[in-house]
């Protein structure tokens, strides 16, 4: 069982920067896929940023990569993002996932992961 912890939300004006931890205990992650999400009031959860098993970041839209960037620190058993140049509608509770998993796959589909955590709140001030 691996349990998550996401932290570093909080509220930031607009173009003003965060970065979103998520440290996970139960497991070494090293094995896992993993992923940032997002979900506004009233909206889907939707991805943010992956990492695959082997530290390789991907994103399902080319200009996340220019705003969010996803690592790891297999040494602390956590996962990062950074995210710059926030805007309101970067506004939702953020959420980590895993899957462990023995491919190399970015996995973007929240319901394809075993795990997640409570979620940490971002709110961007215009």
């Known amino acids: 069982q691996v349990q998550l912890v996401e932290s570093g939300g909080g509220l930031v004006q607009a173009g003003g920067s965060l970065r979103l931890s998520c440290a996970a205990s139960?497991?070494?992650?090293?094995?896992?896929?993993m992923g940032w999400f997002r979900q506004a009031p009233g909206k889907e959860r939707e991805i943010v940023a992956a990492?695959?098993?082997?530290?390789?970041?991907?994103w399902s839209d080319a200009s996340a990569k220019d705003r969010f960037s996803i690592s790891r620190d297999n040494l602390k058993n956590t996962l990062y993002l950074q995210m710059k140049d926030l805007q309101p509608e970067d506004t939702a509770v953020y959420y980590c996932?895993?899957?462990?998993?023995?491919?190399?796959?970015?996995?973007?589909?929240?319901?394809?992961?075993?795990?997640w955590g409570q979620g940490t709140q971002v709110t961007v001030s215009s």
């Open positions: 996932e895993a899957k462990e998993t023995a491919y190399g796959l970015a996995i973007f589909a929240s319901s394809v992961y075993d795990y």
């Open positions: 139960g497991h070494t992650l090293s094995n896992f896929a």
């Open positions: 990492i695959t098993r082997y530290d390789e970041p991907a």
